[in-house]
């Protein structure tokens, strides 16, 4: 890599800038190497980034690879993460990657069925969010009636 790239990194935030070593080299943490693997093979793909993309996904991977060394659950990361970048994300062992779309639009798919299951039309509308939030308020108040019913069936 060039040295003006590690440089634009490093004033971007996106790496931690390290000293130079006696030959003028420098040299980086494994974390900090990863994610340079990450950034110039999504640019070789042909997926150009500007600095805040460039910090944003990284920030998202690096949130992943730390939050998945004390979970215990499977780790997913969203948040507008290319396909390459993705792949690269996976290999390293976060269980998913950028799905949050398609978990946002799931709201709406639920919501327009429901309509269509009560014999009305469809809005076509409706945005995630409201879908997302009146999914969320419906399944609150049968939660609630469901342990209503269950305390009157248990005394």
């Not at 060039?2 to 790496?15: H, M």
């Not at 639009?105 to 039309?121: I, W």
């Not at 509308?125 to 009157?152: D, H």
Request: charged share 25%; no cysteine.
């Amino acid at each position: 890599m060039a040295p003006s790239r590690s440089r634009f990194y490093e004033a971007s935030g996106l790496i931690k800038s390290v000293e130079r070593k006696a030959n003028g080299y420098r040299d980086y943490a494994p974390d900090t190497e990863w994610m340079l693997e990450i950034i110039t093979g999504a640019q070789a793909q042909g997926e150009a980034r500007d600095g805040r993309t460039l910090a944003r996904e990284a920030y998202f991977v690096e949130f992943a690879r730390d939050i998945q060394t004390v979970a215990k659950m499977p780790v997913m990361v969203t948040g507008g993460i290319r396909r390459p970048v993705a792949e690269r994300v996976v290999q390293s062992g976060v269980n998913m990657v950028g799905i949050g779309t398609a978990l946002a639009n799931m709201a709406v798919v639920k919501y327009q069925l429901g309509k269509l299951s009560r014999a009305k039309k469809p809005d076509p509308r409706i945005s995630p969010l409201r879908a997302l939030i009146l999914q969320q308020v419906a399944m609150g108040f049968r939660t609630r009636q469901y342990r209503r019913w269950v305390e009157k069936g248990s005394m």
